[in-house]
């Protein structure tokens, strides 16, 4: 372990010590100015500073180059300016301006350039650490000698993406620096107070090196991040490094302060890194150079606000613009008659064609290389893509950030979330992360990733194994959710899926693994976003997906001998929903069912009608019903269960009332009460 960095011939040269004093100066002085500008109402939101931790950034930054990536937290601009962001694009971004770094979509707390390599400041303390280990992930695997720092603040080690973080990527080996920048302030409580072991400590739990570097000093901090750097791209693994430092101002500008004395931040301005490192110039007689730097460094920060004041607001036609990647145009293909496959075989199948067309595609997740899943659909695929279908520790918020990470560099992970039902434990990274990079980057970033997992309810699994909980994610714009019927579409949607430029979470049903179609040809391809009609109908127009699209097939077979013609739509993707199919269906049979295993209340189903009534009232010549699971968590025995869970003869009930209701005559109570 080094306590301290030691300096070398490099950090006693004259136009370093003018380049790591200019670096900082800059970020004093955008810093300052952003005060300013913030307390004029030039800035909205929410404005963090990081006036008086110049070093760590500047330092920590030094030895990268256009390979490395950093990952920052909600007090990020120093950071950002450290990695070679420009001021006058950063100046626009926090005044919400169209010429911003992110087109003003991300404001101070997200702005970002993974052009760059910057990958972004983070509203959610500790959400960059998984994202830095998938771009580290991603580094390893192009093999080009790429490092990351990911920054974090002594709070976010009290979060649990940290251990989860900092483990898979011990395990991994991965390339990368956990930076903390140890202000002694968790927000307003002292860091002292928030843990009982310090880093010192968890790097050896983590089996890793720690290094300790006093953090108002430049070029201690410089001179370690070299030496480390230097090593880790030589295969040294992750390292934790620790920088004492201290902010002048409070967590946000507003901050009263009254968790500190003043005369603790007059003891740390004492320390001044700027003041320090001009000093030192000073006495080697360069005091007329710091000057020339501190006068050229203002003129920019002039110029830079004046631009940015100049800057138009974004246009309101463009409120919705960045939300997804466009997506690759796919026909329909014809429907497969031939040949039998089943559905497992199917997803092995693509994985399997994906992997080998395009190297930028990996596979990880718990249990799916030596394991080869829970339910052999990886088997064979570890040994056949070494180091590209990757077993984790059980980490599911570490799995997402990979994912997001190393979309963002350029690859197109599929992970692996074992159960639907565990995505409450990462969501972070799919709601914060993936559904927003996009759109908080002005359109900067491409998350091509998919996640891959599976749900069912009828063979007693319980509450925490039976969830179908799609609505949830379908809620969360900037997200694709995709839940396939039949073994080809699942073959064709899931390559579909990997080859897309935006993040999918593809929801397979376990019961259907063993479920057998018609093969389709190695080369199938299903649109996203378009929904199907399973079998055509005039008298009612029902829709399902997944798993309970064969139950109301066959209902409606069952009925047609009754003469009831009902025409069957498999919506395959629950968001984009693809109403269009659902309307065309509704102006020729004006009734309509809904059926789905997720309870009813705010579901795929609610949106739906809401939508029929809205577009599709005076087609409608019923109320529209929904079949639907029952109102409370899945019952573990089974004839609860049973009781629970939507079935044959509910679907048939309710199409039998909706086909027998008149125009303006009730129908009752709606299927998914019964």
């Known amino acids: ?273 700027i003041k320090a490192l001009g000093e030192l110039m000073a006495d080697r007689g360069l005091g007329d150079l710091v000057a020339s730097i501190d006068r050229d460094v203002e003129a920019t920060v002039d110029a830079a606000v004046e631009l940015a004041e100049r800057a138009s607001f974004p246009a309101p036609e463009t409120v919705g613009d960045f939300v997804t990647a466009p997506r690759p145009q796919i026909p329909e293909p014809p429907v497969p008659t031939e040949g039998t496959l089943k559905t497992m075989h199917a997803i092995t199948n693509a994985l399997t064609r994906e992997l080998e067309d395009d190297p930028t595609v990996f596979l990880a997740g718990i249990d799916i290389g030596e394991g080869g899943n829970v339910y052999g659909l990886t088997r064979g695929l570890a040994e056949r893509f070494p180091g590209r279908v990757r077993d984790t520790p059980i980490s599911e918020s570490a799995i997402m950030g990979t994912a997001v990470g190393a979309a963002m560099a350029g690859y197109k992970p599929v992970v692996e979330l074992m159960y639907f039902d565990f995505i409450g434990v990462c969501l972070d990274q799919l709601m914060n992360q993936a559904a927003k990079l996009r759109f908080m980057t002005g359109g900067a970033v491409t998350m091509p990733l998919v996640v891959r997992t599976q749900f069912a309810a009828g063979k007693s699994s319980g509450s925490q194994h039976s969830q179908s909980l799609e609505a949830l994610l379908a809620h969360i714009p900037g997200l694709t959710v995709v839940m396939p019927s039949t073994p080809a579409d699942t073959y064709g949607m899931l390559r579909a899926a990997i080859q897309d430029p935006n993040p999918v979470i593809f929801i397979e049903n376990r019961l259907m693994y063993g479920m057998k179609g018609p093969t389709p040809p190695a080369d199938h391809l299903v649109p996203l976003g378009k929904a199907i009609v399973r079998r055509p109908g005039a008298d009612v127009t029902v829709v399902s997906y997944s798993k309970m699209v064969h139950d109301c097939l066959a209902a409606a077979d069952s009925l047609a001998e009754q003469g009831i013609d009902a025409e069957v739509i498999d919506l395959r993707t629950i968001s984009p929903l693809d109403f269009d199919t659902i309307l065309t269906s509704l102006r020729k049979t004006n009734r309509l069912v809904v059926v789905h295993q997720a309870v009813g209340e705010f579901g795929v189903g609610a949106e739906i009608a809401a939508r029929a009534v809205r577009d599709g009232f005076w087609y409608l010549d019923a109320p529209v019903i929904r079949v639907t699971a029952g109102s409370s968590p899945a019952p573990y025995t089974p004839n609860l269960e049973q009781l629970w869970i939507p079935d044959q003869s509910r679907i048939v009930a309710a199409i039998r009332e909706s086909v027998s209701a008149h125009p303006g005559r009730p129908t009752g109570i709606e299927a998914a009460t019964t």
């Open 1 to 273: 372990m080094t306590e301290t960095a030691t300096g070398t011939d490099v950090f006693e040269r004259e136009t370093t010590l003018a380049e790591l004093y200019r670096r900082m100066r800059l970020i004093r002085q955008f810093e300052d100015r952003a005060a300013r500008l913030y307390r004029n109402n030039q800035i909205p939101g929410f404005l963090h500073l990081s006036i008086g931790q110049e070093a760590t950034a500047v330092g920590a930054c030094w030895p990268l180059d256009d390979r490395d990536v950093i990952t920052s937290t909600h007090r990020g601009h120093g950071h950002c300016i450290a990695k070679g962001l420009d001021v006058e694009g950063m100046f626009a971004e926090l005044m919400g301006k169209e010429t911003g770094t992110c087109k003003g979509r991300g404001g101070s707390m997200h702005i970002a350039d993974p052009r760059k390599g910057i990958f972004g400041a983070n509203g959610i303390v500790g959400a960059g650490l998984p994202i830095s280990v998938g771009a580290a992930t991603a580094a390893q695997l192009r093999g080009s000698g790429g490092v990351v720092v990911a920054f974090f603040g002594d709070g976010a080690v009290a979060q649990g993406v940290f251990h989860e973080s900092v483990n898979l990527a011990a395990v991994w080996n991965l390339p990368v620096v956990f930076f903390c920048e140890n202000n002694g302030y968790a927000e307003f409580s002292a860091a002292s107070a928030q843990h009982r072991a310090g880093l010192r400590e968890r790097a050896i739990g983590y089996g890793i090196e720690y290094h300790a570097v006093d953090g108002n000093d430049v070029l201690r901090v410089a001179a370690l991040q070299s030496e480390l750097t230097d090593r880790i791209r030589s295969g040294a693994g992750p390292m934790i490094v620790e920088a004492t430092t201290y902010r002048w101002h409070g967590h946000y500008e507003g901050d009263p302060e009254k968790y500190r004395e003043p005369a603790e931040l007059a003891e740390w301005k004492l320390r001044d890194p």
